[in-house]
C-alpha cells in the first residue's frame, strides 16, 4: 500500500503537469497528500519544515542562476543581439542549409546562457522564412529547434550555463565542466545523430510532395527586418565573454578561497564556514551572467535604456516562475524521499547493478514523469542523492563522471508532452502535437540514447 501511495503522489503531479496546472501548487498538494494517507498527524510538520526547508534551500542556492539568465536573456532580445547573431549564422553557412542553420543558432545562444524560451521566440521567424525559402515542411521547426536548444547545450557540452548542469555541482562538489571528455562525445553523438535523423525526415518530406505548408497556416510572422541590427560580432561576445569568464571563475575562486572560507562579523553569533567546493559551480556562473549582462548594458544602452524597465520586471517574473517550480518539484522529493513506500523504489533501483545506469534511469524517469529535465533531477537528487553518491564510491568512479550522466540523462525523457518547453515551441510556431511532436520525440530518444553511449564510452576507455 505504502508504494501505491508513492506512486499515485508521482502520478498525480505528472497529470497535474500534464493538465497545465501551477506546480507550485501541485506539488506540495501531492506530496502532502501522499503524506496524510501515511500518517496524517505529519502533515504540517512535513510541510513545515521537509517541504518548505527543501523548498527554501533550493532557492537560496539556485535562484540567482534563473534570475541572472532570465534578465542576460532578456538583454539580449532587447539589444537585438540575439537578432544580429541568427542573420550573422545565416549569412555565414548559407540560407540553404537551414536545418543546421537553426541548430546552430540555438545550440550558440543556449550555450551562450540565453534561456531556450528567448532563444523560441528570436529563432522562429528566421526559421519560417528559411524553411519556406528551401521548401522544407514547418512541421518540422519544432524538432530542429529541439535540437539545438533542448539537448547537446542544454546538459552535455562542458561548462553550459544552464541550470541543468549547475544543480548538480552543490551535491557531487564539481564544476560546470565536470567529464569535459564525456560531455563532447555526448555532444557529438547527439549532433551526428541528430542532423541525420532531420535530414532524413527532410528528405523523406519532400519525396511525398510536402512543402512548407501542409495544411492551414498559424501564427505565421512578419517577414525579419535584418537592415538596422547590430554587429554580429558585437553581438555575439557577450557569449563568449561568459563561457571564458565561466572558465576562469572555475579554476581561480578555489585558489583565492582554498578549501573553506570562514567570515566573522562583529554581529554575527557565529563565525560564517562556506565549504567552497559545493558553490564553486554556482558562483562561477553568477559571475560569468553578470559579466555579460554589464557588457550588454554599457555597449547596447541606447538600444535598451527605453525598454529595460518594463524587459526586467518580465525578467524577474520569468525567473521567479521557473526558480519556484523547480523548487517545488525539489520539496516534492525531499517528502517522498522520507516515505516508508518510497524504500520500496529504492530496493527495485538497488536492482540495477550499476552505479551509473542505475542513476541513469531514476534521473530520466523522474525527468519524464514531472515533464522537467530540472524538476526530474531535483527530486532524483534530494530522494536518492546520498545513494548514488556511495554506489559511485564503492564503483571507484569520480564524481565528475555521475555530474555528466546525471545532467545528461535528466535532458532526455523530460521532453515528452507536457512538458513546458515542448508546449512553448508548438504553441510560438502555430502547430499541434499531432503535426510536429514525434520529432522531437525522435531527438529525445537520440538523447537519452546518449546517455547510456557515453556511459559506454566511459567504461571502454576511462577517460573523464
Known sequence: MDFIIVLAALGFLMLAAYRGYSVILMAPVAALGAVLLTSPSSVAPMFSDTFMGAMVNFVKNYFPVFLLGAVFGKLIELSGFSKSIVAAVIKWIGADRAILVIVIVCALLTYGGVSLFVVVFAVYPFASELFRQNSIPKHLI???????????????????????????????????????????????????????????????????????????????????????????????????????????????????????????????????????????????VEGALLTGIIFIVIFAWKTISKKIADGSKQAVAGAMLAGLNTASEYGFGAVIATLAGFSVVKD????????????????????????????????????????????????????????????????????LPHNGAVITVLAVTGLTHKESYKDIFAVTVIKTLAVFFVIGFYYTTGLV
Open 142 to 284: 519544432p524538432g530542429v529547434v529541439a535540437l539545438g536548444a533542448f539537448s547537446f547545450t542544454m546538459d552535455a557540452l562542458p561548462g553550459t550555463p544552464q541550470i541543468q548542469n549547475i544543480i548538480p555541482t552543490t551535491f557531487f562538489g564539481t564544476t560546470t565542466w565536470a567529464a569535459p571528455i564525456l560531455g563532447v562525445v555526448g555532444t557529438l553523438f547527439v549532433l551526428v545523430v541528430g542532423i541525420s535523423y532531420l535530414n532524413w525526415r527532410r528528405i523523406s518530406c519532400v519525396a511525398k510532395g510536402e512543402g512548407y505548408a501542409t495544411g492551414p497556416l498559424v501564427n505565421e510572422p512578419e517577414p525579419v527586418d535584418t537592415a538596422d541590427l547590430p554587429n554580429p560580432i558585437l553581438s555575439i561576445t557577450p557569449l563568449f565573454l561568459i563561457g571564458i569568464v565561466n572558465f576562469v571563475l572555475t579554476r581561480m575562486i578555489p585558489v583565492w578561497y582554498g578549501e573553506s572560507h570562514t567570515v566573522s562579523m562583529p554581529g554575527m553569533k557565529a563565525p560564517l564556514v562556506t565549504k567552497i567546493s559545493s558553490v564553486v559551480g554556482i558562483w562561477a
Open 348 to 415: 527495485m533501483l538497488a536492482g540495477i547493478p550499476n552505479p551509473l545506469v542505475n542513476a541513469a534511469v531514476s534521473v530520466s524517469t523522474l525527468a519524464g514523469v514531472t515533464g522537467s529535465a530540472s524538476g526530474g533531477m531535483s527530486i532524483a537528487l534530494a530522494a536518492l542523492g546520498e545513494q548514488f553518491i556511495a554506489a559511485c564510491n564503492a564503483a571507484g568512479i569520480p564524481m565528475e563522471v555521475l555530474h555528466r550522466v546525471v545532467a545528461m540523462a535528466s535532458g532526455g525523457m523530460d521532453t
